[in-house]
């Protein structure tokens, strides 16, 4: 089965400075992965998407991450955080297995302090 | 293109009732997802449908079931609510399940007293 870590609960960014969210995932094959953002009371935005090639993917709102087989690894990073970027960030990982199911990390609220 | 769609937004009910969640998928996607979110659990699937057919069932009792309809909306309906199901219910579309990225809706936030 499938699992995903997040190991930052909170993180705490000086707006313009750079971000890095930590991601790790278990899954015997081939995972597909994600990174979705989430405001309160909010759904889930996606931001952008593994499947597979290139190992750095770029995403919406100045995003990218990038896919590390070796270290089981999907971080998030965006070079410049703005502070409308607070929010909460989750991973997520699907198998290749028929049917639609993402598992989530535990997620990780972004501060960003001016 | 319209997003996902859910209904209502938010819910209030009492211990034992039951409650229908409506869902809207993106036009063209055949898969539905249900996920419940909450503080102490996180995000957890509960089941997805796909073309009318339920394809996979999370780890939840028998008390929460679903549907889906022939233009690809679903419904999911919890009996006899516990305050435990006090939550935020996220759906997500997305075209043909595996192999591509779901959508999620804003959600709909019951809450049991």
């Known amino acids: 089965a499938q699992s995903v870590t997040q190991p930052d609960i909170h993180i705490t960014v000086s707006e313009g400075a750079s971000l890095e969210l930590r991601c790790n995932y278990s899954y015997g094959a081939t995972p597909y992965l994600f990174w979705y953002v989430q405001s309160p009371g909010q759904g889930l935005q996606l931001l952008l998407k593994?499947?597979?090639?290139?190992?750095l993917v770029q995403g919406i709102k100045g995003f990218e991450a990038e896919f590390k087989r070796s270290q089981s690894s999907f971080n998030l990073r965006k070079p410049s955080v703005h502070w409308s970027d607070a929010a909460e960030y989750f991973c997520?990982?699907?198998?290749?297995?028929?049917?639609?199911?993402?598992?989530f990390g535990t997620g990780t609220r972004l501060l960003v302090s001016p | 293109k319209a997003g996902v769609t859910q209904t209502p937004r938010y819910l209030i009910k009492t211990r034992g009732q039951q409650v229908t969640l409506s869902c809207s998928p993106i036009?063209?996607?055949?898969?539905v997802s249900w996920y419940q979110q909450t503080p102490g659990q996180g995000l957890q699937f509960l089941f997805e449908y796909f073309s009318e057919t339920q394809r996979n069932k999370g780890n939840f009792p028998g008390r929460f079931s679903g549907r889906q309809f022939s233009n690809s909306r679903s419904e999911m309906n919890v009996s006899t609510l516990e305050l435990g199901d006090s939550a935020l219910y996220l759906c997500?579309?997305?075209?043909?399940?595996?192999?591509?990225?779901?959508?999620f809706g804003q959600g709909t936030r019951l809450t049991v007293v």
């Open positions: 997500a579309s997305s075209l043909m399940g595996m192999n591509t990225e779901a959508f």
């Open positions: 593994y499947f597979s090639g290139d190992t």
């Open positions: 997520a990982v699907g198998a290749n297995t028929g049917f639609q199911k993402l598992v």
């Open positions: 036009s063209g996607h055949r898969s």
